[in-house]
């Protein structure tokens, strides 16, 4: 193993762990983008297409099931190819599926592209999940994964910016495709810059030792555990709960936020629209914060599953005052209260995704993220149908406003009850080995 500039004899560690973590943020970053544009063109897309809300909560449905396919699936590829090549078939599959969406003219075409589109992605979170844990201890893996998963907040901010702008000058169909070519940009930096520690010749020996300062077994290949033993271990189930209900939530901000402005508000999505933005950027600083508290935590001397379950909760508590929103008609009001519960969205993601290494070792983390991850999708395709009945009824008799309301009841209530189901079932985060 090579030393690089910044290792002096005392040992100056480098940060080159942080680099792999920029990659693994600008990829997600990627993913969301891709999937927000969807979200972001359906009033347009509506209109064009004649579709009612149950036609749109049908294709969200088609993704998000694909996504729940993809995710149990690639868990288990990842875990045993490992991140590099895991991410590279992730990344080409999802950016060819997201240019694909311009050449079709159907609402069952455009159901066929996103579930596609949902296979491809269902790589992201295992790949960079699984990364971390590659490259970095304990103590720093929530803030590693708080701040590449802000990447998903970043991509719902940087949507409001260019769609608007795409749509005006090319139109609806350049959006998909512009936005889509990204990915394969992101591909050749990939290929070029990511190795596993122990290969990575850019790396220091210090920062090598640093990364395996837990004295943890941290390979990205290995033989894969048994689903059957996996769905028999509590910690499964603990995350499977943290994801089936609350990733529904996420998936709901952001393909029905941008059209309840525009209906509500008369918010015109043909311009940028400072309340997403601000709102989408909360949730960028909710990811990163919630994962430097449970970090903090931990380095204070807290034990580490009471690090995670305090972050869980206060994550928790900061989604729960959106069931306000319908004792206001403030715009700005609620744009507060929308930032107050993504940004508790986004820490709890943070969080959730690292009770997996902290509970299970990392031959079956990306497993597990699959399992748990095909959970949040399977609510993320019963949730949006009920999305579309609720909203398409309240549509009916001129009230619109009072359907999206009584969602947000249930988006306020669904974190804090996640949260009860994991504290009854694994109270101190016991650590299944094998």
């Not at 010749?201 to 555990?225: F, P, V």
């Not at 996996?230 to 998936?251: H, M, S, V």
């Not at 580490?304 to 729960?320: D, F, I, N, Q, T």
Request: hydrophobic share 50%.
């Amino acid at each position: 193993m090579s030393t690089n500039n910044n290792t002096t004899g005392q040992g100056k560690r480098g940060n080159y762990r942080w680099v792999v973590c920029g990659l693994l943020f600008f990829a997600t970053t990627i993913n969301y983008l891709d999937r927000q544009v969807m979200g972001y063109l359906k009033p347009v897309l509506e209109e064009k297409f004649h579709w009612t809300e149950s036609d749109y909560s049908y294709i969200v449905a088609a993704f998000t099931a694909a996504y729940a396919f993809g995710l149990l699936v690639f868990g288990r590829i990842i875990d045993k190819i490992g991140s590099k090549l895991g991410y590279t078939i992730s990344i080409t599959i999802w950016s060819i599926a997201a240019m694909l969406h311009a050449l079709v003219k159907t609402t069952f075409g455009f159901g066929a592209v996103r579930a596609l589109l949902g296979l491809g992605e269902s790589g992201n979170f295992p790949s960079a999940v699984k990364t971390v844990v590659s490259w970095f201890p304990k103590k720093e893996r929530a803030l590693a994964t708080g701040f590449f998963d802000s990447g998903s907040n970043i991509g719902a901010v940087l949507a409001p910016v260019i769609i608007p702008w795409i749509l005006g000058f090319y139109g609806w169909q350049a959006a998909f495709l512009i936005t889509g070519a990204i990915g394969f940009l992101w591909l050749i930096a990939w290929r070029i810059f990511y190795e596993v520690p122990e290969k990575q010749r850019r790396l220091s020996e210090a920062e090598l030792d640093y990364i395996k300062s837990d004295n943890e077994e941290q390979t990205e290949k290995g033989e894969n555990i048994k689903w059957v033993k996996l769905f028999g271990l509590k910690q499964t189930w603990a995350f499977i709960i943290g994801k089936f209900f609350t990733d529904p939530i996420w998936y709901f901000f952001m393909y029905w936020l941008p059209s309840y402005f525009s209906s509500t508000f008369h918010l015109d999505l043909k311009k940028p629209s400072p309340p997403l933005i601000i709102i989408y950027t909360a949730a960028t600083v909710g990811a990163i914060g919630g994962g430097y508290l449970s970090s903090k935590l931990i380095k204070k001397g807290w034990l580490v599953y009471k690090a995670r379950k305090m972050a869980l909760l206060v994550s928790a508590l900061m989604v729960l005052p959106i069931i306000a929103t319908r004792y206001t008609d403030n715009m700005w009001v609620v744009v507060g209260l929308l930032c107050l519960a993504i940004a508790g969205n986004a820490a709890w993601s943070a969080n959730i995704f690292t009770i997996v290494s902290d509970m299970l070792p990392s031959k079956a983390v990306s497993s597990v993220i699959g399992i748990g991850g095909m959970a949040g999708a399977v609510g993320g395709v019963l949730f949006p149908l009920g999305v579309g009945a609720i909203l398409d009824y309240y549509k009916g008799i001129n009230n619109l406003t009072a359907g999206y309301n009584i969602l947000f009841i249930f988006c306020g209530l669904s974190f804090l009850i996640a949260w009860l189901l994991i504290h009854r079932l694994t109270p101190k985060m016991e650590r299944a080995d094998f």
